[in-house]
């Protein structure tokens, strides 16, 4: 995709790998990347987070977790690109409607487009569905607790969503900066069991194994990506972010990426020798199933009846 040269800014650094101009600075990479060699480093990337993860086989299906937001639009825009030409592995995507008015509807808009051009099979799942109650409705009065709650009802909704696919593989979008704050995360709260588990790992047919392609993606190469495409959507942020802890790690995260560069991919690569260190020693509970609904959990019973015994309560 080589850019006009009437439309290049005066001054705009040239590829690294080629004469074509920049389109982005890779500042823990120390170089710049035009717009054709962007897309085959972040495709390759993707292609090789999946081999290692957990490798794909014919009869696979994998769900997407389509939210209709940048990160789940690239990666159902990802895999169906890298995953095209491959007529023994079925691609879906999976959207769940909390009910989080004036946010959620215009979302759900974006995901519904995207399927529709791509020709994908969709799935919506709704909260009014699943819990009989929209997000709103269930946190009024426990809007400090938005994250915790939607994440438990989110992953419940997601996997009924999987399972109504028939999906063997669940890919969430989840990029280099989520990930690298959710490691953070789990080292400020002291939460050793978390920061050693792998959600990637064999379930041993007890649970649909999550995937996680964009996970050594930063959230910029996924923006700048859209943007080559024509798929970039200004789209409202979530009005309860304000209470997440994530936030404030976010802010802090990024500056410590600015000043040192490469400071993600360090917690990230330092995620995965602790959790190949307690491989044989696992940290937390070991799998079992709840004793009220049955799901695979690590305690008696599972986050969701334990979140609905509190929300009674």
């Known amino acids: 995709m080589a850019a006009d040269p009437e439309h290049v800014p005066a001054g705009t650094p040239s590829c690294s790998l080629c004469p074509e101009p920049a389109v982005i600075f890779q500042r823990d990479r120390n170089r710049h990347l035009c717009s054709t060699h962007l897309t085959s480093d972040i495709e390759e990337r993707v292609a090789a987070t999946m081999r290692e993860q957990n ?99 989110r992953k419940k909704a997601l996997t009924t969503g999987a399972e109504r696919a028939g999906a063997t593989r669940l890919a969430t979008g989840h990029n280099l900066d989520d990930e690298a704050q959710s490691v953070l995360m789990n080292v400020l709260r002291g939460d050793l069991a978390r920061l050693t588990r792998n959600s990637s790992a064999d379930s041993s047919g007890r649970f649909i194994p999550r995937i996680k392609p964009l996970m050594f993606i930063h959230e910029k190469e996924i923006a700048t990506y859209l943007l080559l495409r024509g798929e970039w959507t200004d789209l409202p942020e979530c009005p309860y972010v304000c209470h997440a802890l994530r936030r404030e790690v976010r802010v802090m995260l ?60």
């Open 254 to 313: 990024a500056g410590l990426e600015y000043e040192f560069p490469g400071t993600m991919l360090c917690l990230m690569e330092n995620k995965k020798a602790v959790e190949e260190l307690f491989s044989a020693h696992p940290c937390g509970e070991p799998i079992r199933h709840c004793t009220k609904c049955g799901d695979p959990c690590s305690g008696e019973l599972c986050q969701l009846c334990h979140l609905g015994h509190s929300l009674r309560g």
């Open 55 to 153: 490798p794909l086989v014919p009869g696979d299906c994998i769900a997407v977790g389509l939210s209709g937001g940048k990160d789940s639009t690239a990666l159902l825009l990802l895999l169906h690109r890298i995953l095209g030409a491959r007529n023994d592995i079925r691609l879906v995507a999976i959207t769940i409607d909390e009910g989080i008015a004036g946010y959620r509807e215009e979302t759900v808009r974006s995901a519904d487009r995207l399927v529709a051009t791509l020709g994908i099979e969709h799935y919506t799942i709704s909260f009014m569905e699943l819990f009989g109650d929209t997000l709103d409705g269930i946190l009024k009065g426990r809007e400090e607790q938005a994250c915790s709650i939607c994440g438990v009802l």
